[in-house]
């Protein structure tokens, strides 16, 4: 499609014409023939010699080429664009951290992959969240991994086959065998600063106690409610474990109530997958579209064939001029 950026311009178009019809014509006083003993001559012929004048006028082809000259400049002059086919971009809405415990109690074998085979703790999860990243379109997601600390393991984007591939990179043990919740709220909470999103979720996942953060996570949840951001907490593994892989319950429940957020047990698979399907449902995305036609400026052309047209019509002249001093020569 094509449309003209300065349409104006074409009020120009019939310029030449009232050119023609307002201005005098060009004079050039001279004499048009010299004759010696003019005055016997004229004499001798009985006429009386007066003023004249010659006017030379344009071929019909001169007058078709210098016309479609000036359209063509004034055409350029116009702008002429060619509008393409609109592109749609998606505009986040939503933020969405994903926090994920590494400590070792993660690579125990207590969950079944959707072929049915026994795996630990860590497979289940990421083979239920590469699903959940697939629907995560208008989004923007971050994730943060856990051990002895936290760490980002990607930061906000919302290239979701890039954040697949690093949750695939994740292992046990790689960021230590401790679980510091509370430092993974904080360290999201500081992620989080730089959103200029309204909705900010984070996903804490995590299948024991805190055992290392500097912070409370239950005094970082707080924190977090403070500045908007979300908390829903899910609690991974065998209830009735002791030690340092016995979840905190109450403290995830915490977290999850002064956010606003909520509380969930992943005791297989197919509870995790529940889970997030659930998450799914209680945040809707608010889906923002911005479109962009290109446009691309095609007045150049025109000025080409302004360029063409103004070379053949001096190229005829200088042939025609040519001819006719052989013409004459002859």
Not at 263 to 287: C, G, H, P, W
Request: charged share 25%; glycine share 6%; net charge neutral.
């Amino acid at each position: 499609m094509i449309l003209f950026a300065s349409a104006w311009f074409f009020l120009l178009l019939p310029l030449p014409i009232l050119l023609h019809f307002l201005l005098p014509p060009f004079q050039d006083a001279r004499s048009a023939l010299r004759v010696p003993l003019f005055d016997t001559l004229a004499k001798t012929s009985g006429q009386t010699p007066a003023a004249g004048a010659v006017v030379r006028r344009r071929g019909r082809w001169q007058f078709a080429l210098a016309l479609l000259c000036w359209v063509a400049i004034v055409t350029a002059l116009a702008r002429p664009q060619w509008l393409g086919e609109p592109i749609v971009r998606e505009l986040p809405t939503r933020d969405l951290l994903l926090a994920i415990d590494l400590s070792g109690s993660m690579q125990t074998e207590d969950f079944v992959n959707k072929d049915g085979e026994r795996v630990d703790r860590l497979t289940a999860v990421k083979e239920v969240l590469d699903d959940f990243l697939t629907e995560r379109q208008g989004d923007r997601v971050a994730m943060i991994v856990f051990g002895n600390g936290a760490f980002v393991q990607i930061p906000f984007t919302q290239d979701l086959e890039v954040c697949r591939q690093l949750l695939q990179q994740t292992a046990v043990g790689m960021a230590g065998p401790k679980t510091a919740l509370g430092d993974a709220i904080g360290l999201g909470i500081t992620l989080f600063e730089r959103s200029e999103l309204k909705d900010k979720v984070m996903i804490a996942l995590t299948d024991g106690n805190d055992t290392g953060s500097q912070v409370p996570p239950a005094e970082a949840a707080k924190i977090a409610a403070d500045k908007g951001i979300v908390i829903h907490t899910i609690a991974v593994g065998d209830p009735a474990a002791a030690g340092e892989e016995k979840i905190d319950e109450a403290t995830l429940k915490e977290m999850a109530n002064v956010s606003q957020g909520r509380f969930f047990r992943a005791n297989d698979r197919q509870e995790l997958q529940q889970i997030y399907t659930e998450l799914d449902k209680m945040s809707e995305r608010k889906v923002e579209s911005i479109s962009h036609r290109p446009k691309r400026d095609l007045y150049f052309g025109f000025l080409a064939v302004a360029l063409m047209l103004s070379v053949v019509y001096h190229v005829i002249l200088i042939l025609r001029g040519m001819l006719e001093r052989r013409v004459s020569a002859g």
